[in-house]
T-cell receptor, first 114, second 113 residues
Framework: DTEVTQTPKHLVMGMTNKKSLKCEQHMGHRAMYWYKQKAKKPPELMFV???????INESVPSRFSPECPNSSLLNLHLHALQPEDSALYLCASSQWGSTGNTIYFGEGSWLTVV | EDQVTQSPEALRLQEGESSSLNCSYTVSGLRGLFWYRQDPGKGPEFLFT???AGEEKEKERLKATLTKKESFLHITAPKPEDSATYLC??????????????FGKGTLLTVNP
């Protein structure tokens, strides 16, 4: 069983709504990630946080706003999304170090924008 | 040009029919190569991490191997519950790249009873 927990599992929102996706991990990892996955495609990196600071933003539109309140929690705030933003949003975590770090994924949050 | 290429795109096996999935990569300074299993509608489940050529890891019916250019995921006597998409991903060395996975497009494995 994954130790990265995501809520909600499913979310339907209108284009004018504001909603948030939440993620929690208790593995003591200091790197946390948001990925986006469209049907029949591999996951695409959106953001990386290390030690609660944003390290990588893969040129994601500002309608997606990440937040890392502490080392165990990661949020993704959603506002004014488009239907093409409908996808599976995956949270992940890993250790933070100089060697290759195994990244563990949560079950994902299915987002539908109507 | 894709940095990570998986083949075949889809593979259909009979239960008990062993086979291999391939992942070839062209990144320099490999930090790690990862195999994940993904069931429909779920997040990728970690299987193996390989760090250097010659390394092998096993878990139940799965065995992963690594050379300087490719990795194989060998499936021995598969069962229907092994049906899933298998994703290969690599991490390059240097700075923030340590934390970025480059995924292949995956191999959809179907095992018929």
């Amino acid at each position: 069983d994954t130790e990265v927990t995501q809520t909600p599992k499913h979310l339907v929102m209108g284009m004018t709504n504001k909603k948030s996706l939440k993620c929690e991990q208790h593995m003591g990892h200091r790197a946390m990630y948001w990925y986006k996955q469209k049907a029949k495609k591999p996951p695409e990196l959106m953001f990386v946080y290390s030690y609660e600071k944003l390290s990588i933003n893969e040129s994601v539109p500002s309608r997606f706003s990440p937040e890392c309140p502490n080392s165990s929690l990661l949020n993704l705030h959603l506002h004014a999304l488009q239907p093409e933003d409908s996808a599976l949003y995956l949270c992940a975590s890993s250790q933070w170090g100089s060697t290759g770090n195994t990244i563990y994924f949560g079950e994902g949050s299915w987002l539908t924008v109507v | 040009e894709d940095q990570v290429t998986q083949s075949p795109e889809a593979l259909r096996l009979q239960e008990g029919e062993s086979s291999s999935l391939n992942c070839s990569y062209t990144v320099s300074g490999l930090r790690g190569l990862f195999w994940y299993r993904q069931d429909p509608g779920k997040g990728p489940e970690f299987l193996f991490t390989l760090y250097s050529a010659g390394e092998e890891k096993e878990k139940e019916r799965l065995k992963a191997t690594l050379t300087k250019k490719e990795s194989f995921l060998h499936i021995t006597a598969p069962k229907p519950e092994d049906s899933a998409t298998y994703l290969c991903a690599v991490q390059e060395g240097g700075g923030g790249s340590n934390y970025k996975l480059t995924f292949g497009k995956g191999t959809l494995l179907t095992v018929n009873p």
